[in-house]
C-alpha cells in the first residue's frame, strides 16, 4: 500500500508563521522604568525648569544636593546587544527554517529566539563596559556599576512573539 505523506502544505504554512512573526525584546512596559531604560540607552541632561532653580538629589543621610543640571551619558545597551548579537539571532532563525523545511512546528523556535535575545541583552547589560556612575550617583547609590543597581531595570528586559 503507498501513504501519500504530502507534507509541503503543513511546511508553507509554518514558513508563512514564522515570515509573519516579530520578535520584540527590551523594556516593554513605559512609566517610570520605560523612561529610565530610554534616559540610559540614549542619555540625557536634566535642568531645574524654574529660573534660577535646582534639582534637589536626595543623599543617603537624608540631606539634598543642589544641582542646575545632571547629565546621565549614554549607555546603549540594546543597540550594543543587536550589534553584537543579531547574527547569532541570524543564525537561530536560519536553524528554525531548516526545522521548518524538515517538517518541525515554528513556535518553539520563536520562543527559543525571543529567550536568547534577552540573555544577550542582559549579559550586555553586565557586561558592556558603561561610562561609570558619577561620584554623586556613587555616594548616593553604594556603587559605581551603571544598570545593575537595585536589579530594577534589567529585571524590566523581556520580550513578546507576535
Same mark, same amino acid.
Given at each position: ?23 520584540? $525584546? ?5 512609566? +517610570? ?29 537624608? %540631606?539634598?544636593? +543642589? ?13 550594543? /546587544? ?13 536553524? $528554525? ?10 513556535? /518553539? ?5 525571543? +529567550? ?5 541583552? +542582559?549579559? #550586555?547589560?553586565? #557586561? ?23 536589579? #530594577?531595570?534589567?529585571? %524590566? ?6
Amino acid at each position: 500500500m503507498i501513504k501519500d505523506t504530502n507534507n509541503l502544505p503543513k511546511i508553507i504554512d509554518n514558513l508563512n508563521s514564522f515570515n509573519h512573526t516579530v520578535i520584540y $525584546a527590551g523594556v516593554k512596559s513605559g512609566g +517610570k522604568i520605560g523612561m529610565i531604560a530610554h534616559v540610559q540607552e540614549y542619555g540625557a541632561t536634566i535642568t531645574a525648569k524654574q529660573v534660577g532653580g535646582y534639582l534637589m538629589v536626595p543623599m543617603p543621610d537624608g %540631606s539634598f544636593r +543642589k544641582l542646575k543640571q545632571v547629565t546621565i551619558p549614554a549607555r546603549p545597551f540594546i543597540q550594543m /546587544s543587536v550589534i553584537e548579537h543579531s547574527n547569532q539571532w541570524k543564525d537561530k532563525a536560519a536553524d $528554525a527554517l531548516q526545522a521548518i523545511i524538515h517538517g518541525e512546528s515554528a513556535g /518553539s523556535y520563536k520562543q527559543g529566539i525571543a +529567550k536568547l535575545m534577552v540573555q544577550n541583552i +542582559k549579559q #550586555t547589560m553586565r #557586561t558592556g563596559g558603561f561610562a561609570a556612575n558619577a561620584p554623586l550617583t556613587v555616594a548616593r547609590k553604594g556603587g559605581s556599576t551603571p544598570l545593575l543597581d537595585k536589579g #530594577t531595570l534589567i529585571g %524590566s528586559i523581556d520580550s513578546e512573539v507576535h
